[in-house]
């Protein structure tokens, strides 16, 4: 059965400071990865998607970036955080022949 | 483009109620996904359902059933006998691509059920 891992699981960091959160998927293979961010208020606001390796589509102009270096693992990073950058990151991944997806455990992010 | 209205909120019900969750969505298309999700306290969303355009049968599983109908672009969700362990964020969304590739998902704000003993 797929599975689908994110670290770490919470994060305090400062503003100005880097930041590397990874998403790993089990048990599949060639799926389509998310990034999405959850502020205070619930909604999820979609940032990143890739369908292969190297591919990375932007829904959003941000000072995050994702990577995708192998067929499993999505990156999301940042040089510099915000303070508006805290929030709840979730990473998802679905088949690619169908439309649901299936989400990690996230990271809680807090920038102070 | 598509939008997902989840109008309520905040439920609150009483043990042993039934609920019923609302969503309405909005699509050019006629070819698109509906899909709810739970997210319990602990953060990670959890998927239900998924529903196509194409098949307006209702769906019951268990104590949750679903009922899609086009005419009103809604797709709405009930619980029956509601439990504590329904306390949680639930989100309906929406895809238009009819394959994978693409299937980017439009999420409404969620609605917060609290199911007091």
């Known amino acids: 059965s797929q599975t689908i891992h994110q670290w770490p699981a919470t994060l305090v960091q400062p503003v100005g400071s880097p930041l590397s959160l990874e998403c790993t998927v089990e048990?599949?293979?060639?799926?389509?990865l998310y990034w999405y961010r959850q502020a205070a208020g619930r909604g999820l606001q979609l940032l990143f998607y890739?369908?292969?390796?190297?591919?990375i589509s932007s829904e959003v102009p941000q000072n995050l970036s994702a990577s995708r270096p192998q067929d499993r693992q999505f990156i999301l990073s940042s040089k510099k955080l915000l303070l508006s950058d805290s929030g709840f990151y979730l990473c998802a991944w679905s088949p690619g022949q169908h439309n649901e997806q299936f989400f990690g455990p996230g990271t809680r992010l807090t920038v102070l | 483009a598509q939008k997902v209205t989840q109008a309520q909120t905040e439920i609150s019900v009483v043990e042993k109620e039934d609920v019923t969750l609302d969503c309405v969505y909005e699509t050019r298309d006629t070819t698109y996904y509906l899909f709810w999700y739970k997210q319990p306290p602990s953060g990670e969303l959890v998927f239900l359902i998924r529903r196509n355009s194409f098949d307006e049968q209702n769906e019951i599983s268990g104590r949750y059933s679903w009922n899609f109908q086009k005419s009103t672009s809604s797709f709405n969700f009930t619980i029956t006998a509601s439990q504590v362990v329904d306390s949680a964020v639930y989100f309906c969304?929406?895809?238009?691509?009819?394959?994978?590739?693409?299937?980017?998902?439009?999420f409404g704000k969620g609605i917060t059920l609290s199911v007091r003993p």
């Open positions: 048990g599949t293979s060639n799926p389509n």
């Open positions: 969304a929406l895809s238009e691509a009819p394959t994978g590739a693409n299937s980017k998902l439009t």
């Open positions: 890739s369908v292969g390796i190297g591919q």
